[in-house]
């Protein structure tokens, strides 16, 4: 009798809600055992889940669908586990995104008894959603709309509770503006690619979660000795103490060093303020620290910002927000990064789009007297960028949509990759950190291979294929494992901590063991079917798509360490060849037939008509 029971996947809730706004309906489904398998969780559930029902939709419509996504490892008594993937179809880039946040709603999720949500529809009015265990509401939140999410936030925790899971947009997503992002926690953003402007796109001002149960592991007793090794590994390493006094802003000088801070729009890579606002002058302006649930590496530091409002900075948002607009006074940097959280606006992709407009205006592109580092008027832009007004407008659809508006030659500083803008590292000087960027799954994001430090550690100015090798081993474990278990990838990049720790933590929770090289093909067929989507919902989608802008090619930097430097073209593409062999994939960047069979996608041909 017991061979024929199905076996059921341990740590897993092993079901989903899905709510229709539109028919203000709510179903919960079960999550199959094949999809726990082939895809982990997180990023794996939602492409999965995009691939086979949102097809060549608008994503702003109420097609589309947004998806909270949570993995096996997500809320667990486990390193740096709060965390939760938001994805959709973008309307920021047309193609896949995601986003991946640390927030008390990836735990509560859990503990409620779901692995994911799926909101579809369009409500008529305003809404949020509540999820408590069982209980599964859509509520009226016309008094919420308009708040910012700061605002917003207070109202719901006194509402439901400082200790509830709430996800919410701001203005900006509202506003149905794509470099909206989804906030949590005030400082915690997530869904890059315009994931605010989906929420916004369906009236959902809000997501709640609460939950009072437990995750179904397989042996509990283990995975709590686990994790009390793993917090107590962390704690003793020796670059441990550094990072909690500087967390992500430790970059900031290394990247001035290495000529890789962007700086007036990515035309440079140094810049001449840098001690004025590095991670030091973060220490002595320092308040707080945050960060998210289960983590003892808490990384957000919180300042006083130029009025006094607490602000928390993170290397990319002053690398952005400071030199590559020219600001730098980083109270001021603070400041921009607040109104930002409060507008539930991208910083990266919003100092990407300031800079932009600052540089057309020095270039006389647009007739607005728009000045390096002029504080009043980025605070102006970021108003008019947050509510698609002025002309900020003209960068609140990305810059590379603000290029294609304006033309003159634009598209070769319009600094993007499919769309997405590129986030804090310039590389003129880092063809392998270029080549990155250029095949990140969502656009130009650094989550997927941050292979820079490395590159630069070893043989920087190469175009070797140990290159590209090593930047699929980066993809396959930080967008493929790290995106779908779904956790934190700080412990291992920033202290070293030990990757065979996780293969045992899924042991515990799942009951099943896997290898390195098993989760290496999960992030595979990941990749491939994220792949596959462009290729479908873009049919124009190939190769072109995956060259970062002209600038870096083209322009060198003035000064500092890569002085006179540019990617070479042919070499970069070379690089990009070898890529998509490795891959599977052609020479247009699409997934061969028998690489779609061997990862078991074989029915994704017939949509490909391959
Ligand atoms: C991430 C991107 C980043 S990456 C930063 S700072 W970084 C920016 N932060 C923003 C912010 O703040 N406010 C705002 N309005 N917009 C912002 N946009 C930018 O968003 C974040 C941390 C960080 S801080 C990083 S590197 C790591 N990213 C991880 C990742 O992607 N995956 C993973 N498994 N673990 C990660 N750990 C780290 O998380 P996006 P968070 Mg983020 C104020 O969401 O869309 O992926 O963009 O989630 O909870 O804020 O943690 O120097
Ligand atoms: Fe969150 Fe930072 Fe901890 Fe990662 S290291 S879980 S981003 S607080």
């Known amino acids: 009798m017991s061979s024929l029971r199905r076996s059921i996947m341990k740590g897993y809730a092993g079901k989903s809600v899905r709510v229709n706004l539109s028919e203000r309906k709510v179903t919960k489904e079960e999550i199959s055992e094949a999809m726990k398998k082939d895809f982990l969780g997180g990023r794996g559930f939602a492409i999965k889940l995009l691939w086979d029902e949102v097809k060549r939709i608008d994503p702003l419509s109420e097609k589309n669908k947004i998806i909270f996504a949570t993995g096996p490892l997500s809320g667990q008594l486990l390193p740096s586990a709060g965390k939760m993937v938001i994805a959709s179809k973008s309307p920021l880039t047309g193609g896949y995104g995601d986003g991946n946040i640390g927030t008390m709603a990836s735990v509560h999720l859990r503990k409620a008894g779901y692995d994911g949500v799926v909101v579809e529809g369009k409500s008529e009015k305003p809404c949020i959603l509540m999820i408590e265990n069982e209980r599964v509401e859509i509520l009226d939140a016309v008094e919420l709309w308009g708040k910012n999410t700061f605002e917003a936030q207070d109202v719901l925790e006194k509402t439901y509770g400082r200790n509830s899971g709430i996800l919410l947009i701001g203005p900006a997503g509202e506003h149905l503006v794509p470099i909206s992002t ?64 500087q967390g992500t802003m430790q970059a900031f000088d290394w990247c001035n060093e290495n000529g890789c801070l962007p700086t007036y729009n990515f035309r440079e890579g140094v810049f001449e303020f840098s001690k004025e606002m590095d991670g030091y002058i973060l220490e002595k302006f320092h308040v707080d620290r945050k960060g998210c649930p289960m983590c003892n590496m808490q990384c957000g530091h919180v300042i006083k910002d130029a009025e006094d409002q607490r602000a928390e900075l993170d290397y990319e948002n002053v690398g952005m927000l400071g030199p590559n607009i020219g600001l730098k006074d980083l109270r001021q940097v603070a400041m921009l990064n607040r109104m930002a959280d409060e507008w539930g606006l991208d910083t990266i992709s919003l100092g990407s789009g300031i800079g932009f407009l600052m540089e057309a205006s020095e270039r006389g592109v647009i007739s607005e007297k728009i000045g390096w580092g002029d504080f009043a008027s980025a605070q102006r832009l970021i108003r008019e960028i947050g509510t698609g007004e002025g002309v900020g407008a003209l960068v609140s659809k990305g810059v590379k949509a603000a290029s294609e508006a304006l033309g003159k030659g634009s598209h070769r500083w319009a600094m993007h990759v499919k769309g997405l803008e590129i986030s804090a590292y310039n590389c003129h000087g880092c063809p392998g950190m270029a080549l990155s960027f250029g095949t990140s799954p969502i656009g130009a994001s650094h989550k997927d291979a941050w292979i820079i430090a490395w590159e630069i550690a070893t043989d920087r100015f190469s175009y070797h294929k140990e290159k590209v090798e090593k930047l699929i081993e980066f993809q396959r474990i930080r967008g493929g494992f790290f995106e779908s278990a779904t956790v934190c990838r700080l412990p291992w990049v920033e202290v070293n901590f030990g990757l065979h720790w996780y293969p045992e933590y899924l042991e515990a929770i799942t009951g099943e063991r896997k290898t390195w090289e098993d989760l290496y093909q999960i992030g595979d067929r990941i990749y491939t079917l994220i792949r596959a989507y462009w290729k479908r919902e873009i049919p124009q989608f190939g190769r072109a798509w995956d060259v970062p802008p002209d600038r870096w090619f083209e322009e060198p930097h003035s000064q500092g360490k890569v002085k006179g430097m540019t990617v070479d073209r042919k070499r970069y593409e070379e690089m990009l060849s070898y890529y998509y062999e490795l891959r599977g994939w052609d020479e247009n960047g699409i997934p061969r037939k028998e690489t779609l069979d061997r990862l078991g996608l074989s029915e994704v041909a017939r949509d490909l008509t391959i």
């Open 182 to 245: 989804v906030m949590s926690q005030r400082g915690r953003a997530g869904g890059r690619p315009g994931m605010g402007a989906v929420m916004g796109s369906k009236h959902l001002k809000a997501v709640i979660i609460k939950g009072s149960g437990s995750i179904p592991n397989f042996d509990d007793e283990k995975l709590k000795a686990l994790g009390k090794k793993g917090y107590e590994e962390i704690k003793g390493k020796e670059s441990y103490d550094f990072w909690m006094r």
